[in-house]
């Protein structure tokens, strides 16, 4: 069956709301309790998706099937298993039950099979071939994406994982650099959060300088090498934080990014354009981290889609290279008139 690009698109996401779920559910309790909300929205939007493929008015949860089952082929499967994620969703949801690990594994176990046998018999493709990746907006970034999903599923995983550096790197590109202390008025990113830093002075060398101003080595003093030792540290601590505050203001989770970090090769590019990318001995990812970093850029693309939508420009606005070609005068509140002085 060819499915529309509409249609490809709504199965992406809903499996991208099952990845969601499953990866919620490995969490400590009482956080893995969230991933019931998460495979039941993943189920229902399925649900309706089918409706609307047989074009169907969408019905409450338990009558799906037997609203879809005559329609279906094999008929609509998975009732017993979706009313029982179904009743402790709601539990969760509506009485405070925390459900137990045993309530989550049974649902996501239902859930994974219910997805697997409803996309099959209604759409006739495998449900582990629908790729999360159709949900990435940025164009260019969901090529590499693909690229990475086609060398996993040839078995080099090593060489997927390096392609999802490159896809997350080419995600963030735009957003590195040097931008305009007035991000408001100029085109700089707001989340570039100052200059980047490949590499940045040692105490050493930032004492050295401070030597030379104040006319050679015999002039140093514990104080300067404080000094040193000071603008060293703060200048390793901003290229560090740099990556957090880029995560947290785009609703990222920050330990989630370090995992990502630890589990795909560095990359260093050189002045001629070569890239190397390195790892410790005897790195061999999981398919589990594979899908794991996965999901994280695909996480990154649809937040940072979302953040680039709000710093478009309003239509009356007209820029240049330095900025707003024009400025106006909204609005004054005169000063404050002071009373005479008294004679």
């Not at 990014?257 to 790195?283: C, I, Q």
């Amino acid at each position: 069956m060819t499915l529309d690009p509409t249609t490809v698109r709504r199965l992406a996401f809903i499996r991208y709301l099952h990845r969601l779920g499953d990866t919620q559910a490995h969490l400590p309790d009482p956080q893995s309790a969230v991933s019931l909300l998460m495979l039941h929205d993943a189920v229902e939007s399925l649900l309706l998706l089918v409706a609307d493929h047989y074009g169907l008015a969408s019905p409450k949860f338990e009558d799906y099937w037997k609203v879809l089952g005559p329609r279906v082929p094999g008929g609509l499967t998975g009732f017993r298993g979706m009313q029982r994620l179904h009743r402790s969703r709601n539990d969760f949801k509506h009485n405070g039950v925390v459900p137990s690990s045993a309530t989550i594994a049974l649902a996501g176990t239902d859930a994974a099979t219910f997805m697997a046998a409803t996309v099959q018999a209604v759409f006739g493709v495998d449900y582990t071939d629908v790729s999360m990746v159709d949900v990435v907006s940025q164009a260019t970034v969901r090529a590499v994406l693909r690229a990475a999903e086609l060398e996993h599923a040839g078995g080099n995983t090593r060489l997927a994982m390096v392609k999802l550096r490159d896809a997350f790197n080419e995600l963030f590109e735009p957003h590195l650099g040097q931008p305009d202390i007035s991000w408001v008025t100029r085109r700089g990113s707001p989340f570039a959060f100052g200059q980047e830093w490949y590499g940045g002075a040692s105490a050493p060398t930032i004492n050295e300088v401070i030597e030379r101003v104040l006319g050679g080595p015999a002039r140093s003093s514990p104080k300067a090498r404080a000094v040193a030792r000071q603008v060293a540290s703060a200048v390793e601590s901003a290229r560090l934080m740099r990556p957090a505050l880029r995560m947290v203001t785009l609703g990222l989770d920050f330990p989630t990014y370090l995992r990502f970090d630890l589990l795909v090769p560095e990359v260093n590019t050189y002045s001629d354009g070569t890239r190397t990318y390195t790892a410790p001995k005897g790195y061999a990812p999981t398919d589990d981290e594979f899908s794991f970093c996965l999901e994280f850029v695909v996480t990154a693309a649809l937040r940072l889609a979302a953040a680039e939508a709000h710093q478009q420009d309003p239509d009356w606005l007209t820029r240049d290279e330095r900025g707003w070609v024009e400025g106006e005068t909204v609005h004054e509140i005169p000063a404050p008139e002071l009373p005479a002085p008294e004679e």
